[in-house]
T-cell receptor
Framework: AQSVTQLDSQVPVFEEAPVELRCNYS??????LFWYVQYPNQGLQLLLK??????LVKGINGFEAEFNKSQTSFHLRKPSVHISDTAEYFC???????????FGDGTTLTVKP | DTGVSQNPRHKITKRGQNVTFRCDPI?????LYWYRQTLGQGPEFLTY????????KSRLLSDRFSAERPKGSFSTLEIQRTEQGDSAMYLC???????????FGPGTRLTVT
């Protein structure tokens, strides 16, 4: 079984500042890793994914994440945030070809002017 | 590509009533997933289909819940004898088999009074 821990439930940050949202996972098998964003009253939208290869993954809207196998982490970063980045962010893990994803409880990113 | 659609978007029902939700996946996707999301938590896996076959069902899913995907296209999720604890957002997602990126619909918000 897999599990995901998002270490911060809320992250407030000022506009144009850098941000890091932390995600740790546990699994006894190889996994795929994902970050999703959810805006109010909407479904989840994929930001980026790690399947294999380079451990630094770039996604949409200027986000990137780094897979660290030894620390079982997949932290999300953005060098300069915008007001429009205010949303809920979910880290998810899926065992290779297992089908379902296991999600963390989310991190609320609030970007203040 | 019209994305994943879900109907209805909102449903209010009285305790003890039955409800049915519909999900239309992206047309070429053969995997379809159902998740439940409660306030302040990440999506929780319920069940998934590959074509018309239901391949996995969460142990959290009581016998009051049933899902179908009769022709491998749209899916329905039925909850019988609803309880207040069933109040949640029900999310549907679809993907290609063997590719774990899931595309989510906007969800159906169920309120049981």
């Amino acid at each position: 079984a897999q599990s995901v821990t998002q270490l911060d439930s809320q992250v407030p940050v000022f506009e144009e500042a850098p941000v890091e949202l932390r995600c740790n996972y546990s699994s006894s098998v190889s996994v795929y890793l994902f970050w999703y964003v959810q805006y109010p009253n909407q479904g989840l939208q994929l930001l980026l994914k790690y399947l294999s290869g380079s451990t630094l993954v770039k996604g949409i809207n200027g986000f990137e994440a780094e897979f660290n196998k030894s620390q079982t982490s997949f932290h999300l970063r953005k060098p300069s945030v915008h007001i429009s980045d205010t949303a809920e962010y979910f880290c998810a893990v899926s065992a290779n070809n297992a089908g379902k994803s296991t999600f963390g409880d989310g991190t609320t990113l609030t970007v203040k002017p | 590509d019209t994305g994943v659609s879900q109907n209805p978007r909102h449903k209010i029902t009285k305790r003890g009533q039955n409800v049915t939700f519909r999900c239309d996946p992206i047309s070429e996707h053969n995997r379809l997933y159902w998740y439940r999301q409660t306030l302040g938590q990440g999506p929780e896996f319920l069940t998934y289909f590959q074509n018309e076959a239901q391949l996995e069902k969460s142990r959290l899913l009581s016998d009051r819940f049933s899902a179908e995907r009769p022709k491998g296209s749209f899916s329905t999720l039925e909850i019988q004898r609803t309880e207040q604890g069933d109040s949640a957002m029900y999310l549907c997602a679809s993907s290609f088999a063997r590719v774990e990126e899931q595309y989510f619909g906007p969800g159906t918000r169920l309120t049981v009074t």
